[in-house]
């Protein structure tokens, strides 16, 4: 087990990279604890893939360096960095047992088979693989065979940290439910560092204890579920996290206040420095956008069931506005008016957080 | 809604009439010519299974079908290990796949009596550039001489001439597996012996067996480029199966043995065929 640090890390598949768009990583900056669980989250081609194999050594970073517990693993290969990694597809010795693909690694490395046979059973036991011990591993369904994959991982008792590179993929939905609480449950029991890469953010935030956004490139914020969901450091994360996302719309401040369609909105964290911003915006979940006696007027364009709650789309003066009501309330019809609450309602400049310098 | 009527065998009457006309009926013919004797005149007596007994106890039919039962084997141990060490050292990717696959592939689009010639030539003791070679390593070869010289050119040509095949669909089942099987044994610390035996070979499996059953059934019917190459001599040492069976039905004219003997042959090849797919796919099966 180890700490990981990522240091002024930028990787480009160009050979020789000139523009800003060359690097599919721009720059990384990260310290990840011992044990902890980790998501790296964002829309493909984001560059979540890349970092996660420069951490497993499959791909060398064009600069920075790699640290597993302050020493430099940059230049090691993928085998001398006691990493495991379970694929996007399941991967699996398919000439072999299931007792023997969760020996593979063990025995690659010379351990008596009187200890390889105890780790086995172990392993086995905690992802409930024990009756199918013996089965030919080729004719499995793909979530068994994923846990095998994971399964190779966890018997080795060198492993630094165990990836997943979008593990849930090929999964049918009613069982990745069930392999997502497994997983967790497999984490909190064993306390290897864990790195999950995903696209999906109900998997990112069921998962980890902290979640790493990443967009071109770039980390645009770390933080806990609670924290990418009440205080996006950008209007992406605002966005890519929520179903449906944060609502965006277009501000202009002055006299210290800012200002919808010429409507005074309150903003909880103040308007911040926003002199010099080409862009301004405010943002706020729809979860915090009620109906009002008074406020900014909109109209109301659509109405979406969503089982525990509705999804109520509202025009105002040209800007979508997303509001949503308790399932079974009265919604009301034609013109209305909307308001924000103000302490989960804040300005943006140019998509980051106004007046927080520590949000970048 | 079903119906149940039998419109659909109106479907698969065209490939019935097809196969009937390129397979069935030409095949008739040789049971109709198997089991009857004849001395001219278009005048046929009955034979019963006269022909097939004095086959299966010809000595001559015994020794070309072990020629070609050890002819088989030879190629065949030879052609897929080495195909897929071949397939095995090729680049996966850059520019030098196409130059590779076009290099391999040069072989398989020569016709087969070409290829015959070109080695009787290259094989001549005196002129030819192999004969000349071996004779200068101070080896006395001389292929219209000595068995084991014309044997020994045969295999070399059978190699030349068809380990692409097997080279080809190795690779094809080589770069179909996914680069994270790879990267997957490196973490896991598999070295290039067990990628090998549990990734590579296992994933290779069903093209090997396709190129097993084809290099089998190929070398099996082996005709044109031994013909060509050495005409079944010194002797009767290279004569294989189909080269004695066109002696008997148009050099001897003796139709009623070369039919048998062909039918024979047939099954040979069919059940040998057979034994080699089932046991190369047994583990799917269970």
Known sequence: MAKIGLKALRHSYHPNPQAEADWALRR??????????????????????????????????TEGRVLFDERDVTALPPDQRHIAQVFQFPVIYDTMSVYDNLAFPLRNRGVAEDRVDARVREIAEMLELSDMLKTRAAGLAADSKQKISLGRGLVRDDVNVIMFDEPLTVIDPHLKWKLRSKLKELHQKVRVTMIYVTHDQTEALTFADQVVVMQEGEIVQIGSPVELFERPAHTFVGHFIGSPGMNVLPCEVRDG?????????????????????????????????SFAESGIPAAVVKVADAGRHRIVELSADGSRIHLLAPAGGAIPEGAVHVRFDPARTRVYADGWLAGREDAR | MKTENQKGWFFILPVMLLVAFNALVPLMTVVNYSVQETFGNNVFFWHGVGWFEDVLHSERFHAALGRQL???????????????????????????????????????????????????????????????????????????????????????????HWTSLVVLLAYAGLIAIPDAYYQAAKIDGAGPWAVFRHIQ??????????????????????????????????????????????????????????????????????????????????????
């Open chain 1, 28 to 61: 990384i900056d990260l310290d990840w604890d011992d044990g902890g669980a980790y998501a790296l989250l964002g829309p493909s081609g984001c560059g979540k893939t890349t970092l996660l194999n420069i951490i497993s050594g499959l791909v060398v970073p």
């Open chain 1, 257 to 289: 206040g800012a200002f919808f369609r010429g409507h005074h909105v309150q903003v909880g964290e103040g308007v911040g420095h926003t002199s010099g911003a080409r862009r301004l915006e405010i943002g706020v979940r729809p979860e915090y956008v």
């Open chain 2, 70 to 160: 050890l002819f088989t084997g030879t190629i065949l141990a030879i052609e897929v290990p080495l195909g897929v060490a071949i397939a095995l050292a090729m680049p996966k990717k850059g520019p030098w796949v196409p130059v590779c696959l076009v290099l391999m592939a040069l072989p398989l689009l020569i016709p087969w009596n070409v290829v015959g010639a070109m080695w009787n030539i290259f094989a001549l003791p005196d002129i030819g550039l192999l004969g000349r070679m071996i004779n200068g390593m101070g080896i006395d070869y001389n292929m219209t001489q000595q068995p084991w010289a014309a044997w020994f050119t045969v295999i070399l040509m059978d190699v030349w």
């Open chain 2, 201 to 286: 070979l296992p994933k290779m499996k069903k093209v090997l067996t396709i190129a097993v059953l084809l290099r089998f059934m190929d070398s099996f019917m082996i005709y044109t480029e031994p013909f060509v190459l050495t005409g079944g001599g010194p002797g009767n040492s290279t004569t294989f199966l189909s080269i004695d069976l066109v002696k008997i039905a148009l050099g001897q004219f003796d139709l009623g043995p070369a039919a048998a003997m062909s039918l024979i042959y047939f099954v040979i090849t069919l059940l040998v065929s057979w034994v080699f797919y089932t046991v190369m796919t047994r583990d799917e099966a269970q």
